[in-house]
């Protein structure tokens, strides 16, 4: 991954996970934007469903703080990040 990547990365765990700064996912994230994960609800695409989403959780877990221990990549080639959060 590259640093670019990871500083986007840090920046949406830091901002907008950890300091609830909801508005900066319209920067980080394309309105055509699918979240694929069948553990949370379907809350939208886009920036919006992010926003929902991030606002679901530190409103049910408000000394949620997310921190990055490792940025991996999945398979050699690959583009895709796994980003592992720790939860105090």
Known sequence: MSENNKAIVRRLIEEV???GNLSLADELFAPNYEHHDSSTPDLGRGPEGEK???DLYRTAFPDLRLT????HRRGRNSHDPLVLPRYP
């Open 17 to 19: 996970w950890n300091k």
């Open 68 to 71: 990055i221990e490792e940025h």
């Open 52 to 54: 929902k989403r991030a």
